[in-house]
């Protein structure tokens, strides 16, 4: 079954609204402000259909899987603000914790990528092919796939001992 739509009645409800942008027969966008008052209004303990109720929009508009998928959203962080800094050293710093991060992430997927294939890392041995132009392969044993850089001309190739 398709999703309901909102009759024209409902519609004229809605943009009466002041907390309402947009409306259409199939969806709602509301005003920065509204979800500002219903995140307060939920820390509060009301239900849904108070809020609504409160701000002068009647909840049966919107049926049962509508409102609780509304909340649902608005609860939801929004996309992540591009990060602005004010000086050079700023961004310096913020790119130098960020690679940190990124740096113990990858160790730790490393880990957790050895524990589900029940061989600890230590156990494996990566061997790189640099095919030459005349044909012939050069061969280079490390410790770990992440001791080496993968790069154009390169295949990693992972092998048990």
Do not use: W
């Not at 005003?31 to 500002?36: I, L, R, V, Y």
């Not at 508009?61 to 990060?83: D, E, H, N, Y």
């Not at 410790?143 to 001992?161: I, K, M, S, T, W």
């Amino acid at each position: 079954m398709g999703k309901q739509k909102f009759s024209e009645a409902s519609i004229d409800q809605l943009r009466k609204s002041p907390y309402v942008v947009k409306v259409s027969e199939s969806s709602v966008q509301f005003s920065a402000e509204f979800k500002q008052i219903i995140l307060s209004q939920v820390a509060e303990g009301k239900t849904h259909h108070q809020i609504l109720r409160a701000l002068g929009i009647d909840s049966k508009i919107f049926g049962k899987a509508r409102l609780s998928s509304l909340f649902a959203r608005l609860k939801r962080p929004g996309r992540p603000k591009k990060v602005t800094f004010s000086s050079p050293e700023e961004e310096n710093q913020y790119l130098r914790d960020r690679n940190a991060y990124l740096e113990q992430e990858n160790e730790f997927l490393k880990k957790l990528k050895a524990l589900k294939g029940g061989i600890k890392s230590d156990q494996r041995t990566t061997e790189i092919r640099h095919h030459l132009g005349n044909g012939r392969a050069a061969h280079q044993s490390v410790g770990h796939p992440g001791d080496v850089c993968a790069r154009e001309g390169f295949a990693l190739r992972l092998l048990r001992v």
